[in-house]
């Protein structure tokens, strides 16, 4: 079982910048995968980044293409999402979600149900 935890959230102006964190803790996998989602109020969840634990091919949502960027350390079972340019719509909860199950050729790395633990979320509001 895999326990994600955020961090990092908060509040910021319009053009700045914030890093998301994501611990993984409890017993790990070596093959798995990685991946930020996000939701504001009265919206649907989406997906933002996601990256492979083995290897390093990152996925990224278009919104945030330029943006945003993903990236982890092995070392300490953590993924950041770097974002940068932040804008008022970037605003809602942030989650991590982790994949414990073998990636195979099919895995869609920003379809939900391809994830098996997810976090609490953490908060992100970007001020115009």
């Known amino acids: 079982q895999v326990q994600p935890v955020e961090s990092g959230g908060g509040l910021v102006q319009a053009g700045g910048s914030l890093r998301l964190s994501c611990a993984a803790s409890?017993?790990?996998?070596?093959?798995?995968?990685m991946g930020w989602f996000r939701q504001a109020p009265g919206k649907e969840r989406e997906f933002v980044a996601a990256?492979?634990?083995?290897?390093?091919?990152?996925n990224y949502a278009d919104s945030v293409k330029g943006r945003f960027t993903i990236s982890r350390d092995n070392a300490k079972n953590t993924v950041y999402l770097q974002m940068n340019s932040l804008k008022p719509e970037d605003t809602a909860v942030y989650y991590c979600?982790?994949?414990?199950?073998?990636?195979?050729?099919?895995?869609?790395?920003?379809?939900?149900?391809?994830?098996?633990?997810w976090g609490q979320g953490t908060q992100v509001t970007v001020s115009s």
């Open positions: 990256i492979r634990w083995s290897g390093n091919r990152q």
């Open positions: 979600a982790v994949r414990n199950r073998l990636l195979r050729n099919d895995y869609d790395p920003s379809a939900a149900d391809g994830y098996d633990y």
């Open positions: 409890g017993r790990t996998f070596s093959s798995y995968a």
